[in-house]
């Protein structure tokens, strides 16, 4: 048979096949990065194809968000590159769950991208140390189980 049609949840050994089993704590966590990652391309997405709208409802005073003033003031090109960056942490954790291992280095990288933009591209933007924490956590727990991943 070709390899390249081959099941990624398969890998033989010798005569035998063995079926991967992925451990139920690494799906949860995967699914949980599917969420957030997923839920962050989205509205960065609409937020940067939206951002001429979303400005003008904003200057009007018709849009009346908590913190919007804080994001508004790093214009078009943070929400852009928020975008890049929570799909490639999608497509990351895509790879992950196809046990690939490259997922690890696009998510970590996206992740650190991620905490490093608000305070580069946000005028007066307050250090979060809870996202910090939460990205320690999530790369913590992926780069552990690596071994999963081919």
């Known amino acids: 048979m070709d390899s390249s049609f081959q099941n990624p949840n398969l ?27 997923g839920i962050g391309a989205f509205s960065y997405s609409f937020y940067a194809g939206l951002f001429d709208e979303i400005k003008l409802m904003y200057e009007e005073k018709t849009l009346a968000i908590p913190g919007l003033d804080l994001l508004m003031s790093g214009g078009v090109r943070y929400f852009i590159t928020g975008a890049v960056l929570y799909w490639s942490s999608f497509i990351g954790v895509y790879f992950m769950w196809k046990y690939k291992n490259i997922g690890f280095h696009f998510y970590t990288a996206s992740q650190v991208l991620l905490l490093v933009l608000p305070m580069t591209m946000l005028k007066n933007y307050t250090f979060s140390y809870v996202e910090l924490a939460l990205t320690i956590f999530f790369i913590g727990f992926y780069w552990m189980h690596l071994k999963f991943m081919s």
């Open 11 to 37: 890998h033989s050994q010798g005569q035998q096949t063995h079926v991967r089993r992925r451990p139920d704590r690494l799906a949860v966590m995967l699914v949980l990065s599917f969420i957030g990652s």
